[in-house]
């Protein structure tokens, strides 16, 4: 079933019909279109388009349509797309009052509007989900703040740090997650509703009125930009990806540190999973989905940007199309963190295995340097001693801690008790004096500041959804459901 066909001499073909057909993927729209018509009903009331009757009989009978569509009493199949859904639905219910509702509106401005109303939420939503993650990474880096453990870098053994900085590391990733989602957020939220097919109308729309109505704080500037544009949606599957490839990042470090190789960490039984052969295993599959996640949301993004690539103003149908990765890279996005979220609460460090790792590695070479630094020795000189004092201790089979003055040579008399006291990890770590550092009163405010940080945002974040539960609640005439 579809809104036009008088033009044309055939019936469409039914193969075509399928082919060009778009319910499969915007059916779950129909909250949005219904809300965003409704709005447009009293644009269209306010302009003196609709009777006051009209107007009644239009937004009781779309408002039925929600309640029938949420009830499952409407069978989405045979209709060309969610906006020939509603509106045939609607005229079934009130009859011919019903050819006024697509005044002064197209597909074009109503798609893109079912979108951005769809999109903030959604956007909204992953927001929320990071700050949760942030939060469970900062209660156990809290939880395990004392632990010290290698810092890598090429994979290698390279300074102590605390196992709670490196956690916070995600922390900060985090932190521009969701600042490039509320700039995307930011860009989503804008109305363009009263743009028509391309070139606004000529019928007396307030486009701020609805815009208003619906709690967009903005208006589309441009009618043909704002048919075309789908910018905004590229925005946020690049805000996922990035997410994502972050995700991916810790996924591979939970992989790599639960191998008996590693063993830093230990991964519940409860996110593990088995072999169908081999049956001592135990595999970290749910770290590894999260790494593989990465893949299937970049290629949303990559998917959209290419239907972009040469596209002419204004409206295509290629832009139908956009639904797929939308979706795809949303229902991804938001299911990978929520499951991150609960790995982080289900892995366990393993602070002896890390100790040893840290025995093994020579980790407060650069530690020992910036000692000899401060007896006045220059860097460069320092660090080629130290380079050569711990060729030799590999030679002999000791350590750092094994260190006495005479594997210092020439430099012998820069050796006192202070050289014992550098090398060891933990001193290591409570030297640290940079903004930054691992250092562990660094960490502590990190913390105290990471608090008040998801804090804020929460607060900011349920303020916005609380606004759009108000428009759909005065519009739509309940709670979303
Ligand atoms: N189903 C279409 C889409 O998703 C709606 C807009 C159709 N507009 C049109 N002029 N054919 O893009």
Redesign the pocket.
Known sequence: MKLWGSRMEKDLDAEVFSFST?IGD?YLLYPYDIWGSIAHCLGLARAGLLSEDEKNRLVSGLREVYRDLEDGRIDPSPF??V?SLVEIALRERVGEVAGKLHTGR???D??VLDERLYLREKVAECIEGVLALESALLRRAEEYRDIVMPGFTHLQPAQPVLFSYHLLAYFFMLQRDIERLKEALRRVNVSPLGSA?LCGTSLPLDRFFVAELLAFPRVQDHAMDAVSDRDFILDVLHALAVLALHLSRFGEEVVLWSTPFFSFLTIDDAFTTGSSIMPQKKNPDVAELIRGKAGEILSSWVSLAVTLKGLPLS?N?D??Q??RPLFRAVNEGLGVVVIATRLVNHVFPQPERMRRALEEGFLTATDLCEYLVTRGLPFRKAHELVGRVVRKLIGEGRTLKDLVPEDFGEWAHLFDEGVQMVVLEERSVARKSTFGSTAPGEVLRMCAEGRAYVEKEQEEIAGLKKEWQKSFRELVGEKRR
């Open positions: 778009s915007d060309e797309d906006h197209s597909r074009n109503q798609v097919a409206y149908r832009l139908q956009d639904k």
